[in-house]
Each structure stands twice: as C-alpha cells, then as structure tokens.
C-alpha cells in the first residue's frame, strides 16, 4: 500500500509574479459562482471542506508515504470538538476551529508517536484500528456526542461577528472557501519547504534518510500532527457548516472515501485533491441516488481502474497526455 | 567540535542466526588517515561498515568515537556525529533529481531539514553548497535528471556527492568504484583528494589498482576477522594475504615490491 507511485517530481523554479497572480484567478471564479448558480453554496461547501480534507490527507500519502485509512478519526475529532464546545456555549467560529485543529493535533501527536515507528500494511491496520478506538468511544458517550443520533443543537455566532450562518449557506460559502484558501497557500509552502523535501525523501528510501541523519521518527511525527491538525480544522468547518455532527464523521467509510478521492484526483501533486474531490461526489450523486448497491460496485470499479490503470488518478492522465501532446509538436 | 576524529571498534562480534559473520574484531582509524579495507567477497566488509554505523547491532563489543562509547547511539545520530558512509548497493532518492538528492543531505547537515516556512531553494548559501557538490562530483550536466535516469556509473557518483554533503569527518566507501569503468577508477581517487586532510577515509574495493593507489594503510578482513594490517608494501608481501588471493586473478595484487 505504500508503493502509491509517486508523481514526476518537477524541476524547481520559483513561480513569476505574473504566474502567481494568474494562479490567484480560478479562486476569484469560484468565489463568483454563487452570483451565476445560486442555490449551489450548500453543495459547493460541502465540496470545499471535503478538499480541504483530502489536501490534509495528502501531505501524508502523497509528501510523506504515509497511507492511513483511519484519517477520519481525526476530522472527527475536530468535528466533535467544535460541535460540543458550541453546545457547551463556546460557539465563536474562529474560537472552536482553532481549538478543534489543537484537539486533533494532540490526537495526531498520541497516536502518530505511538504507530509511526511502523510502515506499510502495519500502518494501514494501526490507523484503522485508532480510527475504530475513536469511533466506538464517541457511539458509547452519548452524553456527549448523543452517540448514534449525531450531536444536536449545534450552532456558531457570526464569523468575526459580522457575518451570521444564513439559511442559503452564503456565509458558509465564503468561510470555507476562505478556510481553503488559507490552507491550500499553507499546503503549498509547507511541501516546498526543506521539511517538505526531507518527506519526499522518506518517501522515496526512509534508509537512506536515516543515513543521512535524518531523525525520520520525528519527521513523521510532525508532519502527522500537522496534517491533524488540518483534517480537524475540515471538520470543524463541517460541523459549523451543517450545524451537526453525525457519528458518520469518524467512520471507516470516510477513511475510505477520502483516500479514493485523493487517489482519484492524483496523490502527491498538490491539485489532486481539488480534481478527485468533485469527481467522486459527482459520481457519488449520479449512481448512489440510483441505487446504493450500484455505488459501492462504482467505487470498487473506480478504485481498482485508478490503481491498474491510471496510478497518478485523473492529474496523472492529464500530465501523460500533456507529454504526449508535447512529444507530437516537437 | 573538532573536526577531526578517531572510529574504533574492540572486540567486535556480529552474527546473522547461528552464522558470525564479524570476530573479534579490534580496529582503529585515525584522523586523516588513508586506509583500505580488503577481503575476499562475503568476508564481512559491508557488515562491518554497517556496524560502524550503527545500521547493524554486534553481539558483543564496542564501537567508540574520540574514546566515546557509542554502540548504543543510533544510526541517524552517528551520522549526524560525523560519521558519513556510501552504499555498497546504490541506496538513492530516485525520484529525485540529482540536486534535490544533494539538497536532501546539505539540509541534515546543516540543520535546515526541519524548516517548515521558506522554500528549500530559497536558501541560498545551501543550495550553492548544494551546486558545488554536483560539480565536484561531475554531475553537473545532470543537475536536473532524476535520479533513477542516470547510468549506474554516474549514480555511484552521486552516492558519493550525498556522503561529501554531510561534511564527515569520517568517510566510509563501501566499493564506490563498482560500476564506474576501471578506466576512469580515477575520479574516486580525485574526489577524496579534494577533501581536507585531516578526514579519515576507509575505502573498500576489490580493484587492486585502486586500493594501492589510494591507501597508506591496508587491513585485510578474512572470515569476519582482521588477517593483517599494515603499509601496502607490506600487504602486498605478505604470504598470508596472497593466499587469501591466490590464483585469483581478477583481485590480483600487484607484484611484491
Ligand atoms: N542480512 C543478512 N543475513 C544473513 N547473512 C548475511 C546478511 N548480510 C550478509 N550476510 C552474510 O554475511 C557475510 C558477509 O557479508 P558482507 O556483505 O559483509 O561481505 P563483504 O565482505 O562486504 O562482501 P562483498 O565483497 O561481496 O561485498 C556473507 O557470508 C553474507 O552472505
Ligand atoms: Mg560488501
């Protein structure tokens, strides 16, 4: 499960001014949809925070070869948090994110320490068994999480006091899609770092870091917390987006979805995320709506044709048919 | 620190299952030394290495830095003490160009691995270091390929530049000329004669030639224990040793002097 093929590593070359404003323009486009399609912002934030939750998950599949299929346990965990907090009368937007992406951290930083000293398929079965621990600990409190029926009664004040959650989810919108933004320019520093380059190298020969000196224990620890962090910050924006936190949000199948979704997109590659994230909803709505059964026989197909077929998911395609384009013109 | 030091080991043990591979082996190399670590294939030279380094555990014994105890200290930090070795069997990032493979090592070295907020090819002074090891080793020209396109000769150079790039004080090569062409053996010898005197180096090889060419001191590693060590002239005379190699035409030692 570790050998996700990792993506042709460009030549490095800082962007131009020019290059960087023009990256800015598909933001300043989504931000404009809710003027052309309105009645989309729930759906559109739901898609922003599923992103923002698949980039998390990216920094440790695709960056730092950690495969994890219990990454939900900890989008959960912000979840939660920001859900009972605001039950519980904290419920500033900035205040309870802030304290969800610490409470996830932490539980990134116990678990990561306790399971990063192994790799490969006794990873996968420890993030999945810390995912289950999380899951069955929130079904059993129900006090506090109102176990199966999810967490009722959750709502947040406006963000920043001036903006209130509105019916039509246009506060939410932009609050998400402000949130992605934020941790996508994070992401993105944060990969071309020299952290990020030494999870490249533990990516690629974890033996040779060490003969370099490298402490990769730690390494994998930090970039563990960070991507809790991250993951908690997206489910926090779930629970003050959706004003409820279903038992749903540290379930296996989220584990699953999301590393699909990466996966689809194309792990590694920063932009995989935002490809693979509104492709598998898309999919999600045409053949789950239909028939559920159909779905899952749908998502086992995707997976297993992204896994044959297509190993950098739907961004690998797109780069091997650029470079056949380009072989053709020259 | 200094940047000098000495590697010892004291009755060294090492066996995999039943089978000892390393005997007793007590063994010095000094600062600035030239030493050459010979022996028949299997004789245990790479385990040793690897006891060195802490890649591997012995069964018995010690393994002491400037009289330091460190056979407890573990691989990442050795290295991190100045003890820099190559790879028998080309160990790279290959999906890394050749520069952000230096990059990787430059950034232990100096401490900037663990930065989060700047770009790696921002930080100018390393990336120059990082430049200059390319070139030093010849690699210049594919400053950008990936490591996994480069010819096998070339890669071993750039196992190389990735050793050189942990500024050690102690330099471990584990047959760094395997897969270059004899004909040009040579540039292993130029590169260790740019490095500053006072580095030990202790090269493994079974290319005769090179060894003599480049050693001061040879000790020879038979069945896991030292046979004999002493100058080249020595070695070369020794009847031991040219039994060890005799009629071995391929690893012949050059005639006594
Ligand atoms: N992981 C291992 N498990 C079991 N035996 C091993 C292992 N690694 C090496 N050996 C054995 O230990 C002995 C010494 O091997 P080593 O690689 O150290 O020899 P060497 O002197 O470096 O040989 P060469 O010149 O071929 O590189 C050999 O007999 C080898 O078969
Ligand atoms: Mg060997």
């Known amino acids: 499960m570790t050998t996700i093929p990792a993506p042709p590593v460009a030549v490095i070359a800082a962007p131009s001014g020019l290059a960087r404003l023009l990256q800015l323009v598909p933001w300043f486009v989504v931000a404009g949809l809710p003027l052309v399609l309105p009645g989309y912002e729930p759906l559109a934030m739901q898609v922003f925070v599923m992103i923002?939750?698949?980039?998390s998950l990216d920094l440790l599949v695709g960056y730092a070869g950690i495969v994890t299929l219990g990454h939900a346990g900890l989008f959960g965990m912000g979840a939660y948090t920001a859900g009972i907090l605001s039950v519980h009368g904290v419920t500033d937007p900035i205040v309870?994110?802030?304290?969800?992406?610490?409470?996830?951290a932490l539980t990134g930083l116990v678990f990561g320490a306790a399971m990063l000293r192994t790799k490969g398929l006794t990873l996968l079965m420890l993030t999945m068994a810390a995912a289950f621990l999380l899951y069955e600990i929130a079904n059993k409190a129900t006090g506090l999480t109102g176990g199966e029926d999810g967490l009722?009664?959750?709502?947040f004040t406006p963000v920043l006091g001036l903006f209130a959650f509105d019916f039509r989810g246009k506060t939410a919108f932009f609050y998400s899609l402000v949130a992605?933004?934020?941790?996508?320019?994070?992401?993105?520093?944060?990969?071309?770092?020299?952290f990020g380059w030494s999870l490249r190298g533990i990516r690629e020969n974890d033996a040779r870091m060490v003969a370099i000196g490298c402490p990769i224990l730690q390494r994998r620890v930090v970039a563990y917390v960070i991507s809790a962090a991250l993951a908690g910050l997206a489910g926090a924006l779930q629970a003050q987006t959706t004003q409820f936190v279903a038992l749903h949000s540290l379930s296996f199948e989220l584990?699953?979805?999301?590393?699909?979704?990466?996966?689809l997109g194309g792990s590694g590659r920063l932009y995989g995320a935002f490809v693979g994230v509104?492709?598998?909803?898309?999919?999600?709505?045409?053949?789950?709506?239909?028939?559920?059964?159909?779905w899952f026989l749908g998502q086992g197909i995707i997976l297993i044709a992204m896994v044959m077929l297509a190993p950098g998911g739907m961004l690998g395609i797109a780069e091997r048919a650029m470079a056949a384009i380009k072989r053709r013109l020259s | 620190m200094t940047g000098t030091a000495t590697l010892e080991t004291q009755s060294l043990n090492m066996s995999f299952g039943s089978v000892p591979i390393i005997n007793d082996v007590t063994f010095t190399l000094r600062p600035g030394e030239r030493r050459a670590l010979i022996g028949p294939n299997g004789a245990g030279k790479t385990t040793f290495v690897n006891l060195l380094t802490g890649r591997l555990h012995p069964s018995s014994g010690s393994v002491l830095l400037n009289g330091h105890d460190i056979t407890e200290v573990g691989e990442a930090r050795r290295i991190r003490m100045g003890i820099g070795r190559t790879f028998q069997i080309t160990s790279?990032?290959?999906?890394?160009?050749?520069r952000e493979n230096v990059f990787l090592a430059v950034a232990e070295c100096e401490g900037i691995a663990s930065r989060l907020f700047r770009s790696a090819f921002h930080h100018g002074a390393q990336v120059a270091r990082v430049d200059e090891l390319v070139h030093r080793v010849g690699l210049g020209d594919v400053a950008n390929t990936q490591a996994q396109f480069l010819p096998y000769g070339r890669q071993r150079l750039l196992e190389i530049a990735i050793a050189l790039a942990l500024r050690p004080k102690i330099l471990l090569l584990d047959e760094p000329a395997a897969g270059i062409p004899t004909a040009e053996s040579h540039v292993i010898l130029d590169i260790i004669a740019t490095l500053p005197k006072e580095i030990a180096v202790l090269l493994i090889d079974h290319d005769m030639d090179l060894v003599f060419r480049f050693a001061q001191q040879i000790s020879v590693l038979v069945q896991g224990s030292i046979l004999v060590e002493g100058a080249p002239r020595d070695i070369?005379?020794?009847?031991?040793v040219r039994e060890v190699y005799l009629g071995d035409s391929k690893h012949g030692l050059p005639a006594a002097a």
């Open chain 1, 96 to 104: 309870t994110a802030l304290a969800a992406m610490v409470v996830a």
């Open chain 2, 92 to 98: 790279l990032f290959p999906k890394l160009t050749v």
């Open chain 1, 278 to 294: 509104p492709a598998f909803m898309f999919a999600q709505d045409l053949l789950a709506k239909q028939d559920p059964a159909n």
């Open chain 1, 52 to 55: 923002l939750f698949a980039l």
């Open chain 1, 152 to 155: 009722q009664g959750v709502s």
């Open chain 2, 236 to 240: 070369a005379a020794d009847p031991r």
């Open chain 1, 180 to 194: 992605l933004f934020l941790v996508f320019t994070f992401v993105r520093i944060l990969i071309n770092s020299p």
């Open chain 1, 255 to 263: 584990s699953g979805n999301i590393l699909i979704m990466l996966i």
